[in-house]
T-cell receptor, first 114, second 113 residues
């Protein structure tokens, strides 16, 4: 079946602009995660959605970052007033929570802020 | 706090075994994972192990877990050039309240022909 998809695959923007990154999880997966991978770094957790529960936003680095998940499926990560340090690969993952934390990752969106 | 550490680089010759090591700090981790990331690609789940297991074998991959020392390793037998990638160790929890994974910084595996 189809895996996790993300769009756009690449995004170049100017400092100060807002960007929206989209994630389509695997159908039927109730849990959805956003991570950030900066150059040469490991993955940094950003936010976690599980069903209808309140999301775990503990990883969001600043109030310029927000995310929503509509209808329990597609998610959008929004970065307002982008800064150069926001340049990174943004990865989305989904999982069937009842099987534990086996997360399946999308290909990522490569964001470059000039 | 939670932390996962890996060595940054490993170089082996084709046909040799590779062993990638990882240490973690959170003793309440329920699952431990190995992910592979090839250049320009997303993360691919290789294998995972429950914290109540000592070993898991899957074809050329062997995962060893020493829970007392909080040490996890991934052994790749008969390493091939296609195994060249970055390997990430990650820990997670089975609690529905904690969905995030804590990742190490990744080990770059270079396989020389």
């Amino acid at each position: 079946g189809a895996g996790v998809s993300q769009s756009p695959s690449n995004k170049v923007t100017e400092k100060g602009k807002d960007v929206e990154l989209r994630c389509d999880p695997i159908s039927g997966h109730t849990a959805l995660y956003w991570y950030r991978q900066s150059l040469g770094q490991g993955l940094e957790f950003l936010i976690y959605f599980q069903g209808n529960s309140a999301p775990d936003k503990s990883g969001l680095p600043s109030d310029r970052f927000s995310a929503e998940r509509t209808g329990g499926s597609v998610s959008t990560l929004t970065i307002q007033r982008t800064q150069q340090e926001d340049s990174a690969v943004y990865l989305c993952a989904s999982s069937l929570a009842r099987l534990g934390e086996t997360q399946y990752f999308g290909p990522g969106t490569r964001l470059l802020v000039l | 706090g939670e932390d996962v550490e890996q060595s940054l680089f490993l170089s082996v010759r084709e046909g040799d075994s590779s062993v990638i090591n990882c240490t973690y700090t959170d003793s309440s981790s329920t699952y431990l994972y190995w992910y592979k990331q090839e250049p320009g690609a997303g993360l691919q789940l290789l294998t995972y192990i429950f914290s109540n297991m000592d070993m898991k074998q899957d074809q050329r991959l062997t995962v060893l877990l020493n829970k007392k020392d909080k040490h996890l390793s991934l052994r790749i037998a008969d390493t091939q050039t296609g195994d060249s990638a970055i390997y990430f160790c990650a820990e997670g929890h089975g609690s529905s309240n904690t969905g995030k994974l804590i990742f190490g910084q990744g080990t770059t595996l270079q396989v020389k022909p």
